[in-house]
């Protein structure tokens, strides 16, 4: 592989999080590490569903501002999405001026449909004019005061993983020096419902590889990132929590939205991931699968994993995130790959949720104490509705290719 060189090399240094586990990045890790949220309860009238509970951010963690961008009214995804976005920032050490030459990259499924949802109910404020869904980018973007563009990338469930990319291409290709890249989503009735009728929403919690699993359970929040090229960030000195090493995506191209049983799309996104990190599979010491508890899902995903790495030399840990924050649509990648970068920062992987697992799921979720990461990169997975796959390999900052 021809060596890298720090202008092309693209660094995460700096995190954000609003999630069910708080405000903060803090918040948080130390969240996962207590055993993640519980789901409770949804407040909305006539929830004439199955399911009607998600994994929820609390209140006093969504901010109050902003409450409206160029017209439009901001319900509490675009707010979060603000919110962790200057978090990121400020963590990263980025300052104004420099915010004004810093492109915002964002995933978005729901976006600010919660705000026309409460406006046509029947408490609400009639039919209220259009107002755009795909809102939050402009909205994170008009906060940092960045005078550079804005993009909202809408691949369902994998648009965190495809913004990543999108941003990682920028990076590389010298187009920016920094971008801020992230997603958000949050509760909607049209959103449960979907799930809820297609029989895909679990009523108990989210379950990822447990015997009775039954579905998944959304949970909302937003996730931002500071990706910056390295020889930006050692030129101001900063800290790198990893780098985004490698990025694939692929589409099955078989169901609207059942995932292809053969699962060869999927494989070659994380053999394509891997080979664009200059990355052997020995070298991946943990893996952030999609594993959203739907029973198809997670079966194909867990034979995707053994046709990628085999029989290594000890058991490769997977950690399922959805079990600790809920399935957060469009935002999941990016709480993988925040997630991931925490890991490879920290050198330990959180215990998983405890479950009775499924047999035909054959792969390793430790369930005790904090486990030691012995390898110096974590592969994250993406899935979605369309067959979009996406597969990132990010690595510990300080590795060579």
Same mark, same amino acid.
């Given at each position: ?51 009607? %509970? ?12 902003? %409450? ?35 492109? *915002? ?11 026309? !949802? ?34 909202? *990338? ?20 010298? !187009?920016?020096? $920094? ?87 999927? *494989? ?12 052997? %599979? ?77 047999? !035909? ?16 990169? $974590? ?23």
């Amino acid at each position: 592989m021809t060596p890298r060189h720090d202008e092309r090399r693209a660094v995460l240094t700096g995190l954000g999080a609003v999630s069910c586990l708080g405000a903060g990045v803090d918040a948080y890790w130390n969240g996962l590490l207590a055993g993640g949220a519980a789901p409770r309860e949804v407040d909305l009238p006539h929830l004439n569903m199955r399911a009607t %509970r998600m994994y929820r951010v609390p209140g006093a963690a969504v901010p109050e501002q902003p %409450r409206r961008h160029a017209g439009v009214p901001l319900g509490a995804v675009p707010r979060m999405a603000v919110g962790a976005a200057l978090e990121a920032l400020d963590d990263a050490g980025i300052e104004y001026p420099e915010r004004a030459d810093v492109p *915002v990259v964002m995933g978005c499924e729901m976006g600010n449909a919660s705000v026309q !949802e409460e406006r046509r109910g029947a408490d609400g404020a009639g039919r209220p004019r259009w107002t755009p869904l795909a809102v939050a980018a402009a909205a994170v973007a008009a906060a940092i005061g960045s005078h550079r563009g804005n993009i909202s *990338v809408g691949n369902a469930c994998s648009a965190g993983g495809y913004a990543l990319g999108i941003a990682s291409d920028m990076i590389r290709s010298g !187009e920016a020096s $920094v971008v801020l890249v992230g997603a958000a989503d949050g509760v909607t009735r049209v959103g449960m419902g979907g799930f809820d009728r297609l029989g895909a929403a679990d009523p108990r919690s989210c379950r990822p590889f447990a015997r009775d699993r039954a579905g998944t359970m959304f949970g909302d929040g937003a996730a931002m990132i500071v990706l910056e090229s390295a020889a930006h960030a050692r030129r101001r000195g900063a800290r790198a929590y990893a780098e985004l090493a490698g990025v694939a995506w692929s589409c099955d191209a078989l169901h609207p939205t059942a995932p292809d049983p053969d699962a060869a799309q999927l *494989v070659r996104a994380m053999h394509e991931a891997l080979a664009d990190a200059g990355l052997r %599979r020995d070298q991946v010491g943990c893996v952030l699968p999609h594993a959203t508890g739907t029973p198809l899902n997670d079966a194909v995903e867990s034979r995707a994993l053994h046709r990628v790495f085999g029989r290594v030399a000890d058991p490769l840990p997977l950690f399922a995130l959805k079990a600790m924050i809920g399935h957060t649509s469009a935002a999941a990648g990016i709480f993988a790959c925040l997630t991931s970068a925490l890991i490879l920062s920290r050198a330990r992987i959180p215990a998983n949720a405890p479950m009775e697992q499924d047999p !035909e799921c054959d792969v390793w979720l430790p369930r005790e104490g904090l486990l030691r990461l012995e390898r110096p990169a $974590v592969l994250v997975n993406t899935c979605a509705f369309g067959g979009n796959n996406s597969s990132l390999a990010l690595a510990g900052w300080g590795w060579s290719a």
